[in-house]
């Protein structure tokens, strides 16, 4: 089974604080995908990537950044922690079958930044 | 702009009859078609997809869905909904955009069984 982990499930932050969420899979997944999850607004792409050191922006990727550096692992950065970037971040990858591919899943990282 | 509906915020159904929560889809080309579930504090896990072929795709925990395509529906059903049921389903649509292949999620509808 595909696994995906991520560095913490919950986590409190200040404002204007560097954060960084990590996320690792097991697969040998080509992709890997950063989302946030708020009520009533579903999943949202911030940013993904096809393969090491290649990143592409989703659909809000104001105020993040990522990385990665190897295969297996994708970071999420908040360069500045604000307030409005409270929300729950999912980490997904898939292999490279393009459309037909279905995404697997981290448990998530509940951020609140105060 | 391509897009996916799920015209309820939240479905209650009881212990033992059958569930349906409903999802409507607007994208070019063909579609490929996905149902995700949420449980309380977990990440998401994939159910079924809607690939090409038979329009009634089953998928896992006894989870079924019918793809319609005059209707540009993809409808998630089950024929006895179970209280562990109970959690946060995604309807997704696969597109190519931009140079690459993503996701687009609907905004989730909230399963209730109960006893």
């Known amino acids: 089974d595909v696994k995906v982990t991520q560095s913490s499930r919950y986590l409190v932050k200040r404002t204007g604080e560097k954060v960084f969420l990590e996320c690792v899979q097991d697969?040998?997944?080509?992709?890997m995908f950063w989302y946030r999850q708020d009520p009533g607004l579903g999943l949202r792409l911030i940013y993904f990537?096809?393969?090491?050191?290649?990143?592409e922006k989703g659909d809000i990727p104001e105020g993040y950044s990522v990385s990665r550096e190897k295969k297996e692992r994708f970071s999420l950065i908040l360069e500045s922690a604000s307030t409005n970037q409270t929300s729950m971040y999912l980490c997904?990858?898939?292999?490279?079958?393009?459309?037909?591919?279905?995404?697997?899943f981290g448990p998530g990282t509940r951020l609140t930044v105060t | 702009a391509q897009s996916v509906a799920q015209p309820e915020d939240q479905v209650n159904v009881a212990e033992g009859n059958p569930l349906t929560v409903k999802c409507t889809y607007s994208?070019?080309?063909?579609?490929?078609l996905f149902w995700y579930v949420q449980y309380p504090n977990r990440g998401l896990q994939f159910l079924l997809k809607?690939?090409?072929?038979?329009?009634l795709v089953k998928g896992s925990y006894g989870f079924e869905a019918e793809f319609n395509k005059s209707q540009t529906s993809f409808h998630l059903k089950k024929p006895s909904a179970l209280v562990s049921d109970s959690a946060l389903y995604f309807c997704?649509?696969?597109?190519?955009?931009?140079?690459?292949?993503?996701?687009?999620f609907g905004a989730g509808t909230r399963l209730a069984v109960h006893p």
């Open positions: 997904a990858s898939s292999s490279p079958t393009g459309v037909r591919s279905e995404q697997y």
């Open positions: 997704a649509v696969s597109v190519f955009s931009g140079g690459y292949n993503k996701l687009i």
């Open positions: 697969m040998d997944h080509e992709n």
């Open positions: 994208v070019s080309g063909n579609p490929y």
């Open positions: 809607y690939i090409t072929g038979d329009n």
């Open positions: 990537s096809y393969d090491v050191k290649m990143k």
